[in-house]
């Protein structure tokens, strides 16, 4: 079975394939200091705790956070007798082609959600992920990835606004009932909300436009279903977009190794 390790820059989330389907997904906060011993002990605890027996004998990481990479490394290879695949590292080859500027370094999270969305719904896309920053990825017909925007991310900007203006509170993200604010947390959450509105239309509305051609849009993240909801931003919602494509990654390695 295959262990898939999503290791975003606030939350990571661990998830079993047992080569049809997931059974088991967990998260747990990232923190480069966990070591190899405790990684096992938190997963193997919670897996006895829902009676999950998976003998794994392959794992993946993506990880935007490159001091964690070495105690999954190890991890990996003390617990489950594998060497682990590290998407951007050597020995992990992509099924896509990376179109960007010499020398540049691409996330290796948002070069798996291109593997993911081209898989799942063929090329000429934007991928908006909602995660610490807030990314735009495009990919071409052939499922290229040929670059994208990022800006801050929703939760990220609320923290800036709170510690740079001292009376202004802490809000949680959600969709006001009017856009006018009569108060100031009010007037916070219409401004959060109705910004990211318009940034992610407006970004999206102009990559079109420089493509020349209608571009189906994912989105994915933890907020990504509220500003849905909200307002009708994406074509398509895919919550599990960044396992299944290290899924696909593995599996596309494992054909050509």
């Known amino acids: 079975m295959l262990l898939a390790i999503d290791c975003g820059n606030t939350n990571t989330v661990f998830s079993i394939w047992d080569g049809e389907t997931f059974i088991a997904h967990w998260r747990t906060a990232t923190e480069w200091q966990r070591t190899a011993d405790q990684y096992y002990v938190w997963l193997s605890s919670l897996m006895h705790f829902q009676k999950i027996e998976a003998d794994i004998d392959e ?7 490159p001091r ?3 105690n999954l490394r190890v991890f990996a290879d003390r617990y489950f007798g594998c060497r682990p695949l590290v998407v951007g590292k050597e020995g992990c080859d992509l099924p896509v082609d990376v179109r960007v500027d010499a020398g540049t370094a ?3 999270d948002r070069l798996v959600n291109t593997v993911a969305g081209y898989d799942l719904h063929g090329g000429d896309l934007v991928i908006v992920d909602f995660g610490t920053a807030t990314t735009f990825d495009v990919v071409d017909s052939d499922g290229a990835y040929i670059g994208g925007v990022i800006a801050p991310g929703v939760n990220l900007s609320l923290e800036a606004l709170h510690q740079a203006a001292a009376a202004l509170p802490n809000v949680d993200v959600r ?3 009017q856009v006018i604010g009569t108060n100031t947390i009010a007037c916070m959450e219409s401004g959060v909300f109705w910004g990211y509105v318009g940034l992610i239309n407006g970004i999206t ?3 079109m436009e420089e493509r020349g051609r209608k571009l189906k849009i994912i989105g994915t993240g933890g907020l ?3 500003f849905q909801h909200g307002h009708a931003l994406f074509d398509v919602f895919e919550d599990e977009l960044t396992i299944h494509g290290l899924v696909v990654i593995n599996a596309f390695n494992r054909k050509n190794g």
């Not at 794992?59 to 956070?65: K, L």
């Open 175 to 177: 969709k006001p009932e």
């Open 224 to 226: 990504a279903p509220l």
């Open 68 to 70: 964690v990479v070495f």
């Open 59 to 65: 794992v993946i990481v993506s990880s935007t956070v």
């Open 106 to 108: 691409v996330g290796p």
């Open 205 to 207: 509305q102009r990559i």
